[in-house]
């Protein structure tokens, strides 16, 4: 649900981005070793984010998953299923599906001691709405009433700075008015944008993104960009997810290979990448200390529309070579270990039949087929330019190998070993920066982790008209319509059926190159126990026990 148009239409809300990675290990996470009394910390690989930890304005992986260590909203998704849980809501009323009335719990205090009252959701949910305050998850609000105003789509001047739809009416509870009838809004109110606020927040805002204090079962103690962030269990936390450690110490790792030599060295707890390279001798060096687990992941090659090399007739058939030059069989065996899968699809075999996927969706045009390949490639008016780099960040997720893979499939099948090649970017905030910045000049990576089960977070998100996480900014009026109907269905299946035709539309243009299905992987030490990942590929760092 990350499209600047807002969603309409959603079935069961599931987590966004859930725990936090990083490193340092041993003593150098600040542990007390082995005492098992929930006070040692444990380290762990993380990335940086790519802009300050505003709950509004992260919607990538890597600040998303501190989000979900330093704060707890209305809803929390089980780590386990991902069905969306009361956490700070006492009930949720509505008789129409559209009015609702919110009551939340009382007792709960940010880790600052300032209480958590319905002015603290109400204020955050204005703040993020604002146009001028220009927070990327603006578009989670859109379905309150009033949203046209403080946030126009259409260029026009900012009229408001609240939305009309969100009102207090005592210490404990508002209510919302939506624009529109949306039934399952209550589940998606566990994702990291409708997260509450302090004061403090408001009134010296840089300080507190220097050091974000939230009301979840961590605080954070430091952090210094490049190198790492600490945080620390806040033992005043009223959640019952209390932490089981101490903390975690988040160490930078502008490569997953050093990473993982650090906990085979001992100087590490816990990588949430296992890079490439290792796959063939994870077994043997962690046993059952290795997870490797199904999740809502898929990884695309998406394209610059907003250069018109790409956005020219004839172009789709150029994109649909490069997809049929792509040995996906061979390069998930060789380089993933079968740790990927071959997309046939643009969603995830995760949701199942019901929630969306359909296998095989992509028909021909995700098979390889370098006779094929060359001919589209040719009737398409051949490569723009000559030749194609495929642009990604070089710091974590074994990028680079499968990159090097893909541009060989390519340069092979079109019989040309200048077609295609790597455009490494050294991390990946610059990688993000470079993206938002509309700097790609060919094909880049577009890995996709879901924030909910539903093939909607596979599509609208990504492929909508000025969706938010629509990084090449392609668009399509049939697309649009189609999504736009499915988002007013009420009938599940209905709407269901509704976003495959849409995902069509994606397939025919090849709005984007579906590459493969991905596993969460991930690798601990022996200090560690009770690890595991949730649906999203992320560790459920909350539970995991150190001694």
């Not at 444990?42 to 992260?58: I, K, M, R, Y």
């Not at 992986?61 to 929390?76: E, H, Y």
Request: charged share 20%.
């Amino acid at each position: 649900m990350r499209g600047a148009t807002h969603a309409r239409w959603a079935a069961c809300a599931a987590a966004a981005a859930l725990a936090a990675t990083g490193c340092g290990g041993g003593d150098s996470g600040g542990g007390s070793g082995g005492s098992g009394d929930g006070s040692a910390v444990l380290s762990s690989s993380w990335g940086d984010p790519q802009n300050p930890l505003e709950p509004a304005n992260t919607n990538e992986v890597q600040g998303g998953k501190v989000l979900d260590m330093i704060f707890r909203s209305l809803k929390k998704y089980n780590p386990e299923t991902g069905k969306a849980e009361d956490m700070l809501a006492e009930k949720i009323e509505t008789s129409d599906s559209q009015n609702f009335t919110i009551t939340v719990k009382s007792g709960w205090t940010f880790s600052n001691g300032e209480k958590v009252t319905a002015k603290s959701f109400v204020d955050a949910w204005n703040y993020g709405a604002s146009l001028k305050n220009n927070q990327k998850n603006a578009y989670f609000f859109g379905y309150i009433d009033g949203y046209d105003k403080t946030h126009p789509e259409d260029g026009s001047k900012q009229t408001a700075d609240t939305l009309s739809g969100l009102k207090v009416t005592g210490t404990n509870t508002f209510t919302v008015k939506l624009n529109q009838k949306f039934s399952t809004f209550p589940d998606t109110l566990g994702y990291p944008a409708y997260a509450p606020l302090p004061q403090a927040f408001f009134t010296d805002h840089a300080a507190w993104v220097k050091k974000p204090v939230g009301n979840g079962p961590y605080t954070i103690e430091s952090y210094t960009k490049g190198s790492q962030m600490a945080l620390k269990k806040w033992d005043g936390y009223p959640g019952s997810d209390k932490a089981q450690n101490g903390g975690v110490t988040l160490k930078v790792y502008t490569d997953n290979n050093t990473a993982y030599t650090d906990l085979m060295a001992g100087n590490l707890d816990l990588v949430d990448d296992v890079p490439a390279a290792q796959l063939k001798n994870v077994k043997s060096d962690l046993g059952d200390r290795y997870i490797n687990t199904p999740a809502g992941i898929i990884q695309t090659l998406a394209f610059p529309f907003y250069d018109k090399q790409w956005n020219t007739a004839g172009m789709e058939k150029v994109r649909t070579g490069l997809s049929r030059a792509i040995n996906r069989d061979q390069i998930t065996q060789t380089i993933f270990q079968k740790t990927r899968t071959p997309a046939t699809d643009w969603t995830s075999p995760v949701l199942g039949a019901d929630g969306g996927y359909k296998e095989g969706l992509c028909g021909d045009a995700c098979d390889y087929d370098p006779a094929e390949a060359k001919k589209l490639v040719q009737e398409g008016g051949g490569l723009p330019g000559g030749g194609i780099k495929i642009t990604y960040n070089a710091d974590t997720g074994s990028h680079k190998q499968w990159v090097d893979a893909v541009c060989n499939s390519i340069n092979n099948a079109l019989g040309n070993d200048k077609a295609c090649v790597g455009n490494p970017v050294g991390t990946f905030a610059d990688f993000r920066s470079q993206i938002t910045a509309k700097k790609m000049s060919g094909p880049f990576r577009a890995g996709w982790q879901m924030d909910y089960p539903l093939i909607q977070n596979f599509l609208q998100p990504l492929y909508y008209t000025n969706a938010s996480s629509n990084d090449g900014k392609w668009s399509n009026k049939d697309f649009d319509k189609l999504v736009n109907e499915a988002n007013a269905e009420t009938d599940t299946a209905k709407a269901v059926e509704t976003f495959q035709e849409a995902e069509k539309v994606v397939r025919d243009n090849m709005a984007a190159i579906p590459l493969w299905y991905q596993n969460g992987s991930a690798g601990y030490s022996e200090r560690l126990s009770n690890v595991k990942l949730n649906p999203f590929s992320v560790p459920v760092y909350n539970e995991i026990k150190v001694g």
